[in-house]
């Protein structure tokens, strides 16, 4: 799959989350890897249900949770970046996300038309200092 259609992929799966479709998962590899590497629930699960688990456990907490995307970076062959906000209300603590301006990032791994590792970050600086990337604003290392 050449790096436009990864892209074009990885739009298409914000597409039906923007909707609220959290449906399929046909775009997931079956040993997908799923990790959430910072924030309230960090951690990783493997295959399509464990993906589906770390992402329900970690939106569970949050009353009308939605992230919405600002834009699309091919990194390379196989990286996806997709710098995101993320809005919802804390059920606990009523902490309102889109109050909080909240910068994140996914970056999603792409092999053969298939998504097999998607990284979640909640915090987008940290996602560009894992990946090597300047952080917003400075150009690019």
């Not at 790096?3 to 997931?28: F, K, M, Q």
């Not at 890897?33 to 629930?41: H, N």
């Not at 600002?70 to 804390?90: I, N, P, S, T, W």
């Not at 600086?125 to 690019?140: I, K, M, T, V």
């Amino acid at each position: 799959m050449t790096t436009s259609a990864n892209l074009d992929l990885v739009r298409s799966i914000y597409a039906a989350w923007g909707r609220g479709d959290y449906s399929s998962a046909s775009w997931a590899h079956p040993e997908i890897e799923a990790v959430i590497a910072d924030g309230p629930s960090p951690g990783t699960r493997t295959g399509v249900a464990g993906m589906a688990a770390i992402w329900r456990d970690a939106a569970n907490v949050w009353v009308g949770y939605r992230a919405e995307a600002e834009a699309f970076r091919e990194l390379d062959g196989e990286r996806v970046l997709v710098l995101m906000r993320q809005h919802g209300r804390g059920k606990a603590s009523g902490l309102d996300l889109g109050e909080m301006r909240t910068r994140a990032a996914t970056v999603f791994h792409v092999r053969d038309g298939k998504v097999t590792r998607i990284v979640r970050y909640w915090d987008r600086e940290r996602a560009f200092a894992d990946l090597g990337l300047a952080p917003e604003g400075d150009s690019p290392r």
